[in-house]
């Protein structure tokens, strides 16, 4: 009952073989397709510039925010090395 690997590859090509032989491509209705295009909405040009320059405020604001966040971490941690250091000496 050994099958090499040769003829397993063999048996796994036809198996393939058949199997693309029988199963057919399906087109759908075009009823589905046209409500399917309209439920996706593609924007136009403009609608995607009006949204990046509406995003652009925001994304500034963020990253203003992260910006004084951080540099307010790094003034804190400068503070309490300098004072823990004074400790020391």
Same mark, same amino acid.
């Given at each position: 009952?050994?099958?090499?690997?040769?003829?397993?590859?063999?048996?796994?090509? #036809?198996?393939?073989? @058949? &199997?693309?032989?029988?199963? +057919?491509?399906?087109?759908?209705?075009?009823?589905? *397709?046209?409500?399917?295009?309209?439920?996706?909405?593609?924007?136009?040009?403009? #609608?995607?510039?009006? @949204? &990046?320059?509406?995003?652009? +405020?925001?994304?500034?604001?963020?990253?203003?925010? *992260?910006?004084?966040?951080?540099?307010?971490?790094?003034?804190?941690?400068?503070?309490?090395?300098?004072?823990?250091?004074?400790?020391?000496?």
């Amino acid at each position: 009952m050994d099958i090499s690997k040769t003829e397993k590859k063999n048996e796994l090509n #036809e198996l393939e073989a @058949h &199997l693309a032989g029988t199963l +057919k491509r399906v087109t759908p209705p075009k009823e589905v *397709v046209h409500r399917l295009r309209e439920r996706i909405h593609f924007p136009q040009a403009r #609608e995607i510039a009006s @949204h &990046l320059r509406a995003e652009w +405020k925001k994304l500034w604001l963020v990253f203003g925010g *992260v910006m004084s966040g951080f540099l307010l971490i790094v003034t804190v941690a400068r503070a309490i090395f300098y004072f823990v250091g004074r400790r020391n000496v």
